[in-house]
């Protein structure tokens, strides 16, 4: 795989380590692009906390390096197959900035975490073989750090199984490195209809003229943009961060996916919330901005289970009869006529 050239901000760049912060660097690797650095105002801050090492990384033993076991649900090496419709493409071991709270901490940045031509054969046989494939979303690390030719060649190669319906990419590129997104790469990207992308915009420092520009190109050229937020305390755990992010988010033309409770992965700790806080979060949104903004809260079973949504509204059920709440917190009985008649 061929990767574009990028600036990145190395850990003896930033005099404000210490160096509690490099043996995390030894450990996690640490790659954060100019761009993303220069959106930093204090040290500390929510654009900090998701880019910067932080010791705390490597106190928290209690949890596995895969919760989501993505290792036992890989057929083939790079190809995650969860869902019987769709898979997973891990096509990327880069990204602009490697998130501190990453799901992949254990892969990103690694030399061995690498997709090479023979593993792309392998991936494209399998989902040429599993007729029940209809879904394929391209992962990593960040498949738009691949190089327009590399990235043009395996969407081709997937346009030419029959049965794949659909191709999503997950990316956090239009954030961490906006200039990325050119002319260029949206002819090639809107070629290959009906494709989506999902990016992962945390907080509304994020959104900047260069990100709105990179959305507002993609979205130019017919493709859909959705936004997967992950839940990050001392980052967007606020009722009030998280409506200017998604009501944002719609302004520049994204549609607010889902909302992520923090994976229980290794060395993520830090960054965990209650559920309760997601629960308070999602119950502030509804009914006080657009139903548009407001994303489905979810956890991603550990496992591999897979994702069940977490809602706020069911009070408690008794027969026929649900106890709801509404967005002013009014308690509403609700009868299930259904039931009734059944």
């Known amino acids: 795989m061929y990767y574009i050239k990028y600036d990145a901000v190395t850990n003896y760049k930033i005099k404000e380590y210490t160096s509690g912060c490099l ?31 932080d010791p705390q990384e490597l106190e928290d033993f209690d949890q596995s390096p895969d919760p989501l076991n993505e290792t036992s649900l890989s057929p083939v090496p790079g190809l995650i197959h969860r869902y019987p419709d769709r898979v997973v493409l891990l096509v990327s071991s880069r990204c602009p900035v490697y998130c501190r709270f990453c799901m992949r901490k254990r892969l990103v ?13 392998d991936a494209l046989k ?8 209809r879904d394929v979303i391209l992962s990593g690390g960040d498949p738009l750090m691949l190089s327009d030719e590399t990235l043009y060649r395996i969407l081709s190669r997937l346009r030419s199984i029959r049965h794949v319906s659909f191709i999503r990419i997950g990316s956090r590129v239009p954030v961490t490195l906006p200039k990325r997104i050119t002319p260029e790469l949206c002819n090639i990207l809107g070629q290959f209809h009906p494709l989506y992308i ?8 994020e959104i900047t003229d260069d990100s709105s520009k990179a959305c507002s190109m993609l979205a130019n050229a017919g493709i859909p943009l959705g936004n997967q937020t992950v839940l990050l305390r001392g980052v967007n755990d606020s009722a009030e961060v998280m409506r200017e992010l998604m009501t944002g988010l719609l302004e520049i033309r994204v549609k607010p996916y889902y909302l992520h409770q923090m994976d229980l992965v290794r060395g993520t700790a830090h960054f965990r919330t209650s559920i309760n806080t997601g629960l308070e979060i999602i ?4 009914g006080h901005i657009s139903g548009m903004a407001v994303p489905h809260y979810v956890i991603d079973l550990p496992g591999g289970k897979g994702k069940v949504a ?7 059920r008794k027969g026929d009869i649900l106890l709801l709440n509404t967005y002013t917190g009014e308690k509403v009985a609700y009868r299930d006529l259904t039931a009734v008649r059944a």
């Open 23 to 53: 043996r995390v660097s030894s450990r996690y690797p640490v790659h954060v692009s100019d761009y993303y650095v220069g959106l930093i105002q204090n040290k500390g801050d929510a654009i900090w906390k998701q880019c910067m090492p």
């Open 198 to 205: 999902n990016t992962h915009f945390n907080h509304p420092a």
């Open 126 to 133: 399998y989902i040429a073989a599993n007729p029940s494939i």
């Open 283 to 286: 119950r502030s949104l509804r």
């Open 310 to 316: 977490i809602l706020p509204d069911l009070v408690e």
């Open 109 to 121: 940045g690694s030399s061995d975490f690498q997709m090479d031509e023979a593993g792309f054969q």
